[in-house]
């Protein structure tokens, strides 16, 4: 039996020999397919954690959500399996040649999981992340009520009319994007009525594998962060998606003065950065004189490369 141990550090179950439960060296010239249901719900049996798996309970563009029952603490679960083959991975892929499309749905679930982290620590409510198995991320299950085996439904699927006080829904949905963006400093990137569920506790945040911290310390953007002059334009497109879901009850709010309302609580070094950042011009990175030649160089050969590719597509 493997001798398995939690490593606080990183909140990822690993082996003693410091690999992920349950990850197999896989041969490369195996050619690679999408992991069914079947066999995502044996990858979780047989780590040991797992007592058993229930059903699907959900599916999105990037993943498929199992529910399971752990077996030490008989505790629900929701095992968030992120597939291959999608258009979100495809995405992720772009301009990427080291990284396969498993290693990606393995990194998607990392960044699932470290920002359900943050989240969940600034007191947000989002599922609670537990640990990583590759390319699946454990979280908390959220039912629709207390000791359900049904998960809490999506908002978009319920008649918000049929609520005492439909407004306040959406009240609460800024006050949870608002707290994610002031409390979180992190960008959702995909906020709406399809990413919020409903239970008799109120709203409840989800898929985040996308969302990003803000960054007021550099002009360069990295992978990691972005500067807070475009966090703020993220976060007046997510309030404008959430504000489209409430439409068609004819509850709608001003976007725009809901972001102004929201940056206006920002620490003051943020608020100096965002009144100095509109009359700086945009800087992507320093390339030194001697360099300049090179960068030239390297730009024509991938232009160069590209139009190939695209001339043997035309024929």
């Known amino acids: 039996m493997t001798n398995k141990k939690f490593d606080q550090n990183y909140g990822i179950k690993v082996s003693k020999s410091g690999h992920l439960l349950n ?12 992991i069914t249901v079947r066999e995502a719900t044996d990858q979780l049996l047989a780590t040991g954690e797992i007592k058993k798996v229930f059903s699907v309970i959900g599916a999105g ?5 199992l529910l399971a029952q752990e077996k030490e603490t008989d505790e629900l679960v929701c095992a968030k399996v992120f597939r291959y083959f999608t258009s979100t991975i495809k995405k992720r892929l772009q301009g990427t040649h080291h990284i396969s499309k498993e ?3 393995s990194i998607a679930a990392k960044q699932e999981y470290w920002n359900l982290y943050e989240l969940h620590k600034a007191k947000i409510p989002v599922p609670k992340p537990r640990y990583l198995l590759k390319n699946i991320m454990m979280m908390d299950f959220i039912n629709i009520k207390e000791n359900s085996l049904i998960p809490a439904p999506l908002l978009s699927d319920v008649n918000i009319s049929d609520i005492d006080d439909p407004e306040n829904i959406l009240y609460e949905a800024i006050d949870i994007i608002a707290r994610v963006f ?39 953007d990295t992978p990691d962060r972005i500067r807070i002059d475009k966090a703020v334009k993220y976060l ?10 409430f439409y068609k009850y004819r ?3 001003d976007p725009e003065e809901v972001v102004q309302n ?21 800087v992507s990175r320093y390339i030194p004189e001697r360099y300049a030649s090179k960068e030239r160089e390297r730009s024509g050969e991938f232009q160069r490369r590209t139009n190939m590719r695209y001339q043997k597509k035309k024929r």
Not at 265 to 281: M, V
């Open 23 to 34: 990850e197999q060296r896989e041969d490369c010239r195996v050619p690679l397919r999408e």
């Open 182 to 220: 002031l409390d979180a400093q992190m960008i959702h990137g995909d906020y709406s009525n399809d990413n919020l569920m409903i239970n008799e506790n109120g709203l409840v945040t989800m898929d985040v594998s996308q969302s990003v911290l803000y960054n007021y310390k550099t002009f360069i």
């Open 251 to 253: 509850i709608s709010i």
């Open 262 to 282: 929201i940056i206006k609580q920002l620490p003051e070094k943020l608020q100096s950065f965002l009144d100095n950042a509109k009359s700086l011009l945009p």
């Open 61 to 65: 563009k990037e993943a498929t959500v």
């Open 236 to 245: 007046l497109t997510d309030i404008t998606n959430l504000n489209k879901g």
């Open 103 to 105: 290693g990606m749905a």
